[in-house]
Antibody, heavy 123, light 110 residues
Framework: EVQLLESGGGLVQPGGSLRLSCAAS????????MSWVRQAPGKGLEWVSA????????YYADSVKGRFTIFRENSKNTLFLQMNSLRDEDTAVYYC????????????????WGQGTLVTVSS | QSVLTQAPSASGTPGQRVTISCSGS????????AYWYQHLPGTAPKLLIY???QRPSGVPDRFSGSKSGTSASLAIGGLRSEDEADYYC???????????FGGGTKLAVL
């Protein structure tokens, strides 16, 4: 059974940093691209970033480019999102999602999701 | 503002058939597959439809997807109370080089 468990959320001041983690199990982690998707309070889903199975390719939404970094530690079946220069508008529940295959492609989709971790950016 | 447009709400009574639409453009739905997700607040979103009209194993055949031109649709037949949730369409946008979601449609089962 595929399981994705996010952690690392919390309260952080504007301009601060936070690192999210996603522990994966139930599938061959290195074989699949992984993504982060967020949902701000009262808003819809917004894709944030994705990385290939090997971690060599990544891409980002314009709203986080240059501030967030996605990376993975395949030996530990864990996905990360390093968030720097946080803004009020980054407040959201962040979901980890598994892609349906290993390379990044326009045809990828999210076949499994975690329960999410809440990030609150506020002074 | 989302590049994919969905009505913010929809409703139906038990047993009815409801259709949720997703309108895009030639740079997204018009040139790529459409996907549908179901989301109950506080839970993990769930994949309902992939590649326009394919259902993952375990998704009831009451759920069906279609695509025509720059629009996609999700139909839910035999509506049940447990179908009350938010539904999102998604695809890739060639101009933005990004995955995009619709704004979501909140479905009420009256």
């Amino acid at each position: 059974e595929v399981q994705l468990l996010e952690s690392g959320g919390g309260l952080v001041q504007p301009g601060g940093s936070l690192r999210l983690s996603c522990a994966a199990s139930g599938f061959t982690f290195t074989g699949y691209a992984m993504s982060w998707v967020r949902q701000a309070p009262g808003k819809g889903l917004e894709w944030v970033s994705a990385t290939s199975g090997g971690g060599g390719n990544s891409y980002y939404a314009d709203s986080v480019k240059g501030r967030f970094t996605i990376f993975r530690e395949n030996s530990k079946n864990t996905l990360f999102l390093q968030m720097n220069s946080l803004r009020d508008e980054d407040t959201a529940v962040y979901y980890c999602a598994k892609d349906d295959w290993g390379q990044l492609s326009p045809n990828n989709y999210f076949d499994y999701w975690g329960q999410g971790t809440l990030v609150t950016v506020s002074s | 503002q989302s590049v994919l447009t969905q009505a913010p709400s929809a409703s139906g009574t038990p047993g009815q058939r409801v259709t949720i639409s997703c309108s895009g453009s030639s740079s997204n739905i018009g040139n790529n597959y459409a996907y549908w997700y179901q989301h109950l607040p506080g839970t993990a979103p769930k994949l309902l439809i992939y590649r326009n009209d394919q259902r993952p194993s375990g998704v009831p055949d009451r759920f069906s997807g279609s695509k025509s031109g720059t629009s996609a649709s999700l139909a839910i037949g035999g509506l049940r109370s447990e179908d009350e949730a938010d539904y999102y369409c998604a695809t890739w946008d060639d101009s933005l080089n990004a995955r995009v979601f619709g704004g979501g449609t909140k479905l009420a089962v009256l």
